[in-house]
């Protein structure tokens, strides 16, 4: 997965909603995501993340899709 792409994706059954992108860089960067909120546009479920480093990303993804 390295230098890979992991789709972030509602991991609401039947939703799969992509989220956003992350191109993985290598480095196991910190991910300053805590506190950010987001919105469904699909299932409308709002969820808040938290912090993740790249690692976390790369080792709880499926076949390059993390569900959140
Ligand atoms: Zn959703």
Same mark, same amino acid.
């Given at each position: 997965?390295?230098?890979?792409? /992991?789709? /972030?994706?509602?991991?609401? =059954? #039947? !939703? #799969?909603?992509?989220?956003? #992108?992350? =191109? +993985? $860089?290598?480095?196991?960067?910190?991910? #300053?995501?805590?506190? /950010?909120?987001?919105? !469904?546009?699909? !299932?409308?479920? +709002?969820?808040?993340?938290?912090?993740? $480093?790249?690692?976390?990303? +790369?080792? !709880?993804?499926?076949?390059? +899709?993390?569900? /959140?």
């Amino acid at each position: 997965m390295e230098n890979g792409k /992991i789709e /972030i994706r509602c991991k609401r =059954h #039947n !939703c #799969n909603r992509l989220f956003m #992108n992350y =191109h +993985v $860089t290598g480095e196991n960067i910190e991910l #300053n995501l805590q506190g /950010i909120e987001l919105k !469904c546009e699909k !299932c409308k479920r +709002v969820l808040r993340m938290k912090r993740y $480093t790249e690692q976390m990303l +790369v080792e !709880c993804s499926a076949d390059g +899709v993390f569900r /959140i």
